[in-house]
């Protein structure tokens, strides 16, 4: 039995950081403003490399642009000006508010609690205008620090276990995050986060790509030593979650590279001092992969979960056509997003919650949702206000484009209550909330499948914000109280867990 297969340390962290009224009610955390973490990483010895700003606009439709993938057939190389576009679009600052704590700086991505954890590195051979080499790239500044010079993209390769769209990238982003930026407010439910906040600004990131052309896949299946390694984090601190392999050119000859050395670059400290929370550490180590073997067999063939045979009422869905769809451009949705801090309490349309929905689901490129198309995560939601759609709880069956509705009535009071006591899921016209078998996930892929789901739900939400604010809707993701939410959908949720919830509807501001 490898560390990772023994799936108990999931299912600890997964029991031991579920919201409950009580476990919320009793916490006496207080946010400790003089200790508060640094929104972005500093090298204190790398200079920068300033990206372009002008950039050219795609164009393309945010709604094509989410649910399309390009296929690896051509040659597809970002070049300096693409690389700019895609990071600026994913994690770039976007907005910036003054604020009594200190300046906020919004990026592109939502994230909890505005904290952005998630840094970004580049692993990439030589392209048009930037050398081949292993860069960070920082949104303050909008530049990139070389960490190391020269062609580092076989690290990958061999840390992957030979993952043919590694093999076939010319460039891949590393997405890592910093436990205590995120902790310092979450404390050890910070772990889940990873995942959401790292998934929404892939969202972002895939949906770019495509507009720009460019094939991409998510690989969640590498050695985490060698690629924390690479980009020489100090993995008390900061961990490898995600890859994103990017472009298309012919594979790269085997190479067998010696190590890369330690750096050890000097970064500013983040604040004072950092709490530590072990349950975080514990569960990172037991889904760590520690052989090429183990990699190889980790990614593939994801389990199949069937839903509860329907025996609901049902609401076919018909959501914008291709040629009817609002066509406002990638570029511009994700810089009108922004979470609503308020919903106006009035009703959305079926054609446009149906589009949601479908937009958002149409499938991931990801190394763990194999055949292409498959979700680990179920989709329920409780529906406020939908013209055409009784108010009350629904399953979304994916294939059959398909709402069975599981309970109507008015259910605004216990969504607030679901979504941690918060009035914009009461307000939303509805919530969407993603519940996974971790049994099941669990059994295929071990510990790291807690990573994987999580990761899936981040991205499903994030396509979910950019398909509301593409037809000039708004979206908040939420947190929840776990164990209330399942009663709540069973007995058909019965055995599942919820993973993240985000809600949609009309932003008061709007319709003022
Ligand atoms: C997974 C997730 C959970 C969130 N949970 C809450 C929440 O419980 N309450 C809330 O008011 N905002 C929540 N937010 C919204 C964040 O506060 C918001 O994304 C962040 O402040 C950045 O602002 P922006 O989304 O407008 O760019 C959540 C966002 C995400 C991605």
Redesign the pocket.
């Known amino acids: 039995m490898t560390v990772n297969s023994n799936v108990e340390a999931a299912w600890r962290y997964h029991n031991a950081s579920k919201h409950s009224y009580a476990s919320v009610h009793n916490n006496l955390h207080f946010l400790d403003w003089d200790n508060q973490p640094l929104p972005f990483k500093a090298y204190t010895t790398l200079e920068p490399l300033r990206l372009p700003r002008e950039v050219r606009q795609t164009g393309v439709a945010a709604l094509s642009a989410i649910a399309e993938s390009i296929h690896p057939v051509a040659s597809a190389v970002p070049d300096l000006e693409a690389l700019a576009q895609l990071l600026y679009l994913t994690a770039g600052i976007t907005r910036h508010r003054k604020h009594p704590g200190g300046d906020i700086y919004?990026?592109a991505a939502?994230?909890?609690?505005?904290l952005y954890e998630v840094e970004v590195y580049v692993v990439c051979a030589n392209l048009v205008d930037l050398e081949a080499g292993v860069y960070h790239f920082a949104p303050a500044e909008f530049a990139l620090r070389r960490l190391r010079e020269g062609d580092y993209r076989s690290v990958l390769s061999e840390a992957t276990g030979g993952e043919s769209a590694i093999v076939h990238a010319p460039l891949t982003i590393i997405c890592t995050c910093t436990y205590w930026r995120n902790a310092w407010k979450y404390q050890a439910r910070t772990y889940r986060?990873f995942g959401?906040?790292n998934g929404?600004l892939l969202a972002n990131l895939l949906a770019v790509a495509t507009a720009l052309g460019m094939p991409a896949k998510v690989i969640c299946g590498f050695l985490d030593a060698e690629v924390n390694r690479l980009v020489d984090v100090d993995p008390e601190r900061e961990v490898a979650y995600s890859l994103v392999a990017l472009g298309h050119v012919a594979a790269l000859p085997q190479q067998f590279l010696s190590k890369p050395s330690v750096l050890h670059l000097e970064t500013v400290p983040l604040s004072r001092n950092e709490i530590v929370y072990p349950a975080m550490r514990k569960i990172h180590a037991a889904s760590s992969l520690r052989s090429a073997e183990e990699v190889g067999t980790w990614r593939g063939n994801a389990p199949f979960a069937k839903l509860p045979a329907q025996t609901g009422a049902t609401v076919q869905l018909h959501p914008y056509s291709d040629a009817e769809m609002p066509r406002d451009p990638i570029e511009q949705v994700i810089l009108r997003?922004?979470?609503a801090r308020k919903f106006a309490e009035v009703p959305i349309g079926l054609l446009q919650l149906s589009t949601i929905l479908d937009r958002a689901t149409r499938g991931i490129p990801a190394d763990f949702l194999h055949p292409e198309g498959t979700q680990l995560n179920e989709v329920y939601l409780i529906v406020n206000a939908v013209e055409g759609l009784d108010a009350g709880a629904y399953v979304f069956h994916r294939d059959r484009q398909m709402l069975e509705r599981l309970k109507a009535g008015n259910f605004r009071t216990q969504a607030g209550h679901l979504?941690?006591d918060?009035d914009?899921p009461a307000e939303a016209a509805a919530d969407i909330f993603f519940l996974a078998d971790l049994q099941i996930i669990l059994g295929r892929f071990g510990n790291r499948g807690y990573r994987a789901v999580q990761l899936e739900a981040g991205i499903l939400?994030g396509k979910v914000y950019l398909a509301a604010y593409a037809q000039r809707l708004s979206a908040?993701?939420?947190?929840f109280y776990d164990d209330d939410v399942i009663r709540f959908f069973s007995p058909h949720a019965h055995g599942k867990s919820v993973i993240?919830l985000v809600a949609v509807g009309k932003n008061a501001k709007s319709v003022l």
């Open positions: 919004f990026r939502a994230c909890t609690g505005a986060h959401w906040d929404t997003r922004g979470s979504g941690l918060q914009l939400s908040t993701g939420l947190t993240m």
